[in-house]
């Protein structure tokens, strides 16, 4: 076996290193034998030389076998699960979890928290009053085997070498890596335990892909990673150049899924088409169906009723006060409210989405630190989206937070993150392609 020195020296050089180098390094960086010096040389090799397919793999399985791996093997085939590269309004979890378990899928779901524009998946359901992110293993077990969905909060030691390499690549440029990238979110997806993995891709100015081809190359890498582990794996991705959806905040969120799984899309044609489409793609993996019948029963599913039936099962089985889910009436709301108008004619022709998502966390509804605490009240309603008239003096957009003192920043904020054109621009696709 090749010295650290001489891995380094290797890849630098654009050399392969092999599937036991690999192993060893990762085995020997989270014992503590690796200093960090030694493995932020190798970053940066990685991140300036790349890596093959082969190369990507092994990284991913050593960083998965660095801790605990889930044994989902009791639900066979049946197990999915849906991931997000991240993006502004996502909120397609709440959606397509319960979708999926009345398409017959086993969606054993360990999500995180969020650091920046809003809170992660836990974060939001948190809004919940009573919800419960924590369950023990088997309760968590006994919930999917009988409903066929819970989402907890990620428990024991998910690919703790994945956490120690991220820490590194923060602080030594090296985030902006495709196979570093890949391997820590698949990574973490495999460890899950799942037989499928459906993908969401977020592609546009807030996601962390800017670019289609960045976004596809992303998700050709994934998937790799997820064939080569033995797991049934697809890649949607999607827009993410103005937020999903017309909410940006915790509880605003789940407010607008309640609207949507009533049966209500106006104005949500976006969020609609992601979230059938990540649904159709679960079931095709799970069952064999093709997508276009996946979709087709994963959208009757919905307009019937069934998927609201089920997302109030799940989370009401995990603690979640019924009455906050269908009484509008008990679902608190912030105390400072700011309408923001449009200064002329024409037509919204873009959202930064990323600036929209810092708007947010201005507000409270997401975290700078790890320490910060979230205002699950804070947000952002969107009355205007891109392509859509707006006159002077009309409402674009209203701010929610608890602090008074927060709005006029926030404001100035979303205003410079707001273009309104002569020309009503060419409309975008919500979702660009399906890698499988």
């Known amino acids: 076996m090749r010295s650290m020195y001489d891995l380094i020296a290797a890849k630098r050089d654009g050399g392969i290193l092999s599937e036991g180098e690999i192993r060893e390094m990762i085995r020997g960086y989270t014992c503590g034998e690796i200093p960090d010096y030694q493995m932020s040389a190798m970053l940066m090799a990685i991140c300036l030389r790349g890596m093959d397919g082969a190369e990507t793999a092994a990284l991913t399985d050593a960083m998965l076998h660095s801790g605990d791996v889930v044994d989902l093997t009791e639900f066979g085939h049946l197990s999915a699960d849906k991931h997000s590269t991240g993006g502004v309004g996502d909120k397609t979890t709440f959606i397509v979890a319960p979708m999926a378990a009345v398409l017959g899928c086993k969606t054993a779901k360990m999500s995180g928290r969020g650091l920046g524009h809003t809170g992660g998946t836990i974060d939001k359901l948190e809004a919940i009053p009573g919800y419960r992110t924590a369950l023990a293993e088997v309760e968590f077990r006994e919930q999917v085997r009988r409903i066929g969905v819970s989402v907890i909060g990620a428990t024991g030691e998910i690919a703790p070498a994945d956490k120690m390499l991220y820490a590194l690549r923060d602080v030594t440029a090296t985030v902006d890596s495709l196979p570093l990238i890949a391997s820590s979110i698949m990574s973490k997806k495999l460890a899950a335990g799942t037989a499928a993995i459906v993908l969401d891709v977020t592609v546009g100015s807030g996601a ?52 949507f799984l009533s049966g209500d899309d106006t104005g949500l044609e976006d969020l609609r ?158 979702v660009f392609d399906v890698i499988a």
């Open 208 to 259: 962390f892909m800017k670019t289609d081809e960045d976004a596809r190359a992303l998700a050709r890498a994934m998937v790799d990673i997820g064939v080569r582990a033995g797991r049934r794996t697809a890649a949607v991705i999607t827009d993410m150049d103005q937020p999903l959806g017309r909410t940006v905040g915790n509880a605003l969120e789940l407010e607008e899924v309640l609207t």
């Open 273 to 430: 088409e992601v979230s059938l489409t990540l649904a159709a793609y679960m079931a095709s993996a799970v069952h064999g169906y093709s997508p276009e019948e996946g979709y087709r029963l994963a959208e009757r599913a919905w307009r019937c009723g069934a998927v609201y039936e089920k997302f109030v099962e799940w989370i009401t089985e995990q603690g979640g006060d019924r009455r906050w889910l269908t009484d509008p009436g008990r679902r608190a709301e912030a105390a400072y409210r700011r309408t923001v108008v449009c200064a002329s004619d024409g037509y919204v022709g873009r959202m930064h989405a990323e600036q929209i998502g810092l708007c947010a966390m201005q507000l409270g509804a997401g975290r700078r630190t790890k320490d910060d605490a979230i205002d699950f009240l804070a947000g952002i309603r969107l009355l205007k989206k891109v392509g859509e008239p707006v006159r002077a003096g009309e409402a674009l957009a209203v701010l929610y937070t608890s602090r008074e003192v927060l709005l006029d920043a926030a404001e100035e904020r979303f205003l410079g993150a707001i273009t309104v054109t002569e020309q009503k621009p060419d409309a975008r696709p919500h």
